[in-house]
């Protein structure tokens, strides 16, 4: 079936036995030509940007960054379809809710792959794009339900995990975000909504309309108009605060 079409593929999953029988199952598909295998979500991202393959096989839980992670840094980027491998059925569930691809589950069952490969390759014949799919299933799935602990960072091909833990505060710029910690600053695509929604509200408020801001990073706040504040961060950051963050923060610290 399709043995006239080339279909360019990654294995990205950290399991040696998964990719050997990835591998082995893959005989049975003479049109998929399978590029590299990668062992992290690092390099699985990486090597998308540079190879652009047609299909992947996505590990969701791997060492480092995970799987939906990975997709994120690839917003923007021409994606390909999705396979997903797991153990874990609630992420398997969940992103077979959202994507327009398929999942496998661990351990992985020649018939059931069968099908999955199947599918992926008359999406591609009929050339249907997954972006809009993956971008909501990726939203969706950070977080898995529980607050994010961590930001994953693509800058050129460079990778940065920074950990809530050293957030001082994020600043909406365009469709963008400046992630602010005490040593530096990065520029991430995405909302400010979505880390607004994202981030544990015990520890992060939304003050203006352009900062979330970490509450214990707050040194002072100072007026600054009749109804604006400034809020000075440990680093000397400044960060806009509105009448209604002001209202907000005056409520979360009881003065």
């Known amino acids: ?20 029988l990835l591998q082995e199952f893959l005989k049975e598909f003479p049109g998929i030509e399978v590029l ?15 190879l652009k393959p047609d299909l992947i096989f996505l590990d969701v839980q791997m ?8 997709l994120e840094l690839l917003r923007g ?38 099908k999955a490969v199947t599918k992926a390759l008359e999406q591609l014949k ?7 799919d993956l971008n909501s299933m990726v939203d969706q799935a950070l977080g898995g339900g529980k607050y994010l602990d961590r930001i994953v960072i ?20 365009d469709d963008y975000v400046i992630v602010h910690t005490a040593a530096d600053q990065w520029v991430k695509k995405q909302t400010l909504k979505f880390y607004e929604e994202k981030l544990d509200p015990a520890e992060f408020l939304r003050v203006h309309r352009s900062f979330v801001v970490k509450i214990s990073a707050i040194s002072r706040i100072e007026p600054y108009s009749k109804d604006a504040y400034i809020a000075i961060l440990h680093n000397g950051l400044k960060v806009s605060v509105s009448k209604a963050g002001y209202s907000r923060l005056k409520e979360m610290l009881n003065f």
């Open 1 to 20: 079936m399709y043995m006239n079409t080339r279909i360019k593929t990654l294995i990205v999953e950290d399991e040696a036995p998964a990719r050997r």
């Open 36 to 50: 590299e295998e990668c062992t992290d979500g690092f390099e699985g991202a990486r090597r998308i940007m540079e």
């Open 63 to 70: 060492p480092r960054i995970n799987g939906f992670e990975m």
């Open 77 to 114: 980027e021409d994606m390909p379809l999705i396979i997903f491998t797991t153990a874990f059925d609630e992420f398997a569930i969940r992103s077979f809710e959202y994507n327009t691809c398929d999942y496998l589950l661990k351990p992985l069952n020649r018939e059931r792959f069968q």
């Open 126 to 132: 009929d050339k249907k794009s997954p972006a809009d």
């Open 154 to 173: 693509r800058s050129g091909s460079n990778i940065q995990v920074v950990y809530c833990d050293d957030l001082l505060c994020l600043e909406a710029s």
